[in-house]
């Protein structure tokens, strides 16, 4: 996967930087307002792009790096760290320790290997080991690819930038930052008709989605007809939502395909706390109830992992006597919540004291506060989309039927959220 090198700033340059922002009212760390200085100037610019540029430690495309500097009044040679080696932007994550999902990494393996295969959604809790899962299935698919791009991406920033950053990575001969925006998706089109390329776009973990209806149009557009199909498959990591939408739009039975990553199971569980904190095994039994009550839920079962061995002196009995969720689970939960509607809203309410449900049970809870049938499901499917809602199979007086309810540590956060 060769990459243009690109060019990264030196240290020295670091005042002369602050001070050219400085001249524009401008501040590095203030990323919407400098954005926004650099878009009025027709430079288009992600976020991180923008911090990769400002922090030094990584390359960006050598043109958006001129224009930087351009829009700062400086001479981009005397910005510019000189005898570096070639940075990849966006390298693909390794991890050592993955785990399980061997059922997940076959099914995505063969979606992915689908000729017919356009777009493919992973999507789940942040820490649920989405980018892990991927990075193992590059090593498997690699070789069925002339080319294999990871990008990742905010919500927050602008589809034109994103494009333009994407475009980069693909053809570092042309920027593609003289386009319009559907000059850039016809732009990308080529690309992917051009070669049988595997595009990964991931979503990073942050508060903004304000351009996330935007992102659903560029993949419907995908997904849709500048000509022929193109030959090439993008998959998408996101935690925010799954953009559900854009499968309606699919012009062929295997056009598009969506997986929810949920947690691990137990066995899989037990090797994460043996690799963190291999003490914690000597008592399996707790163990095991530790990882069923975090629900598999590879982060959180880090976190508590050396939580339990500094606070609790490696006693997993004692922490789940005083169970309590780490706050940077507690703050990818409230991120999920803090946007939702009233009857979204009302089913957390009545699941969070109730054992799962089947639909029309759940109905019947609601029906007094959500007066709509249509409002009801459109808010029980914004939960599953948010990864919120799980739905189980279990046996009903009717046979056996899906249930729904809310995992233990959706249950634990949301009621340290209250």
């Not at 629900?295 to 609790?312: E, F, M, N, Q, T």
Request: glycine share 6%; with cysteine; proline share 5%.
């Amino acid at each position: 996967m060769p990459r243009s090198p690109g060019y990264k700033r030196s240290p020295a340059s670091k005042p002369k930087i602050e001070a050219a922002l400085d001249i524009k009212g401008l501040k590095p760390r203030d990323d919407i307002r400098v954005l926004d200085a650099l878009e009025q100037e027709d430079v288009f610019v992600a976020a991180k792009t923008w911090q990769r540029f400002w922090e030094g430690k990584q390359n960006i495309h050598r043109s958006t790096f001129a224009k930087i500097c351009q829009f700062l009044g400086l001479d981009w040679q005397e910005v510019v760290e000189h005898s570096q080696n070639p940075v990849p932007d966006d390298p693909v994550p390794a991890d050592p320790n993955f785990y399980g999902r061997s059922t997940e990494l076959a099914e995505l393996t063969s979606w992915v290997t689908n000729p017919h295969c356009r777009l493919i959604i992973l999507y789940g809790l942040a820490g649920i080991g989405k980018s892990s899962l991927v990075g193992k299935l590059i090593e498997r698919v690699s070789g069925s690819f002339q080319r294999v791009e990871w990008k990742k991406f905010s919500y927050g920033d602008s589809v034109q930038s994103t494009l333009i950053d994407l475009l980069q990575q693909l053809d570092s001969q042309n920027s593609g930052g003289e386009l319009n925006l559907q000059q850039l998706k016809q732009r990308l089109w080529q690309q992917l008709q051009q070669r049988h390329c595997l595009i990964i776009l991931e979503q990073e973990h942050n508060e903004h989605t304000d351009k996330f209806d935007d992102y659903k149009q560029l993949l419907r557009k995908l997904l849709q007809a500048y000509g022929k199909p193109h030959q090439s498959c993008i998959l998408l990591i996101t935690s925010y939502e799954k953009p559900d939408e854009v499968t309606a739009v699919a012009n062929h039975r295997d056009a598009a395909k969506s997986m929810r990553l949920g947690g691990v199971d137990v066995a899989t569980g037990l090797e994460i706390l043996q690799s963190k904190e291999p003490k914690l095994l000597e008592n399996r039994p707790a163990a095991a109830e530790l990882v069923t009550r975090f629900d598999g839920y590879p982060l959180a079962l880090k976190l508590v992992s050396s939580h339990i061995r500094d606070r609790y002196n490696g006693k997993i009995a004692d922490f789940l006597s005083h169970l309590s969720v780490p706050e940077s689970i507690e703050g990818i939960i409230k991120q999920q919540i803090e946007d939702l509607d009233e009857p979204a809203r009302k089913i957390l309410d009545i699941l969070t004291d109730k054992e799962p449900m089947t639909q029309s049970q759940l109905h019947d809870a609601c029906c007094e506060s959500i007066h709509s049938d249509l409002d009801f499901i459109r808010a029980k499917d914004l939960l599953e989309r948010r990864s919120l809602l799980c739905r189980y199979v279990g046996d009903t007086d009717d046979g056996r039927e899906f249930l729904f309810g809310l995992a233990p540590i959706t249950k634990q956060a949301i009621y340290s959220l209250k």
